[in-house]
């Protein structure tokens, strides 16, 4: 039996983003998208985001620019997005959109927190360890000055065992 043949699949082109959008589903899809791109991807994108809403800041943009600012590092600093999200979510009027970014906002901040708490532990780990190179320094210092005491030491002997013998002899 004679079938027409098939047209090859051609790849669909995804549609472009509509960045000013402000409902969840548009901001949950720009998500996705970003969570499919490489970290060497996001930053050109983050970049193209923050000048198209610094030409026209409105609310999605805004939305747009947080949500790829929480994933790229080099755009943004994490704690200023932070308070970002906090003054947008208390001025979007969608409860959805409102209470979806309140639960980001506790994920930054836990990231953030998080950040703090290794840069504190690795500070405390340089100082640490500087201390016991300054206390190897130390005990090698020490090392030597008993080592060189304990030379004198000998030394002393010696002349005391030389004199004892002299004075054996007298």
């Known amino acids: 039996m004679w079938q027409p043949a098939k047209a090859p699949e051609q790849p669909v082109a995804a549609p472009p983003r509509d ?16 969570s499919k791109m490489t970290p060497a991807e996001r930053l050109p994108e983050c970049q193209q985001v923050d000048r198209m809403q610094a030409s026209n800041p409105r609310m999605g943009y805004r ?8 994933v790229t590092d080099g755009c943004g600093d994490a704690s200023i997005t932070l308070g970002n999200i906090r003054v947008v979510a208390n001025e979007i009027e969608d409860g959805r959109v409102r209470g979806w970014l ?19 532990l690795d500070k405390q ?7 016991k190179h300054k206390v190897r320094k130390d005990a ?14 000998e030394e002393l002997r010696s002349k005391l ?3 004892k013998s002299i004075e054996q002899k007298l």
């Open 19 to 34: 960045y000013a959008a402000m409902d969840l589903d548009a901001l949950v899809r720009y998500s996705e998208d970003l």
């Open 63 to 70: 939305l747009h620019l947080l949500l790829a600012q929480m």
């Open 102 to 120: 309140a639960y980001l906002g506790e994920l930054v901040s836990r990231s953030n927190q998080a950040a703090a708490e290794k840069a504190e």
């Open 125 to 131: 780990l340089k100082e640490a360890q500087s201390g």
């Open 140 to 153: 090698k210092a020490k090392d030597s000055k008993i080592q060189s005491l304990e030379n004198e030491v």
């Open 161 to 163: 065992n030389t004199l």
